[in-house]
């Protein structure tokens, strides 16, 4: 918390929302027993077994007011339709049927999966994290381009603008590497449902947190100046139903 606390700081961001990395409800329990600690971390997204029998009542059982949603980790399952299987749509269902927030994590070659799954599944708030994973270091660029917009036509998705750095070349990436999958995914969703992440500190891999926040906070200038307010924080309490909301 040490290290958050001083990259947030010379972000001049207040509060954070940590997700989870590893797929174990221990991690969720120990990222609420750090949200409970800390004034930065504001709430959590958690794991939890979304293919379980048992999912309702597990919902019930971990109910706690830090917990945001949950989410899984998507893109390290070798099947494209993944998220599509009956036992994983039902997951969801029960996630989003208690006023919780999903986020997707997905890569852009099982993109394509995500409209019939968010029909599928039905009314909710959704998040799509780090713009489903643009090949940006190859430049790949179609068919994510159609794939995305097609994602964004689903009027409770939100589109985080997180993780580009590391998919972008590592030690040589510039934000002119960046700037058409910002525009991109801006034009899709608007500034409405674009919601900033550090993806701290994964993105350390790439770049520092500063880095990271400083590379979208000048786009958003250059962009839509109005809506800063929004994409580093109003629009994240809408997404996660934050509530008392953050000023």
């Known amino acids: 918390m040490a ?132 090949a940006i270091a190859s430049g790949g660029w179609q068919p994510w381009a159609d794939q995305i917009a097609a994602a964004a036509r689903h009027p409770h998705l939100w589109c985080k603008v997180s993780g580009l750095v590391t998919e972008a070349d590592h030690r040589s990436w510039r934000p002119s590497d960046i700037e058409r999958y910002l525009a991109h995914v801006l034009e899709q969703f608007g500034p409405e449902r674009l919601i900033w992440g550090s993806d701290w500190p994964v993105c350390l891999l790439a770049a520092p947190y500063s880095a990271v926040h400083d590379l979208i906070a000048d786009f958003v200038t250059r962009q839509c100046p109005a809506f800063s307010s929004a994409i580093f924080g109003g629009n994240a309490v809408d997404a996660y139903a934050l509530k008392p909301a953050l000023p």
Do not use: C
């Open 3 to 134: 290290d958050l606390d001083a990259a947030m700081a010379l972000a001049n961001i207040d509060g954070a929302i940590a997700v989870q990395a590893r797929q174990t409800e221990e991690e969720t329990e120990f990222l609420l027993e750090t949200a409970a600690k800390s004034d930065r971390i504001i709430g959590v997204v958690g794991w939890i077994d979304l293919r379980a029998p048992d999912i309702e009542e597990r919902l019930k059982a971990g109910s706690n007011p830090l917990l945001l949603g949950y989410r899984h980790v998507v893109q390290d399952e070798p099947d494209a339709d993944f998220l599509l299987a009956d036992d994983f749509v039902r997951g969801v269902r029960a996630v989003v049927a208690n006023s919780l927030t999903y986020d997707l994590l997905v890569n852009h070659a099982q993109l394509p999966a995500v409209p019939a799954f968010l029909e599928r599944v039905g009314p909710g708030r959704f998040v799509l994290d780090h713009a489903a994973k643009p």
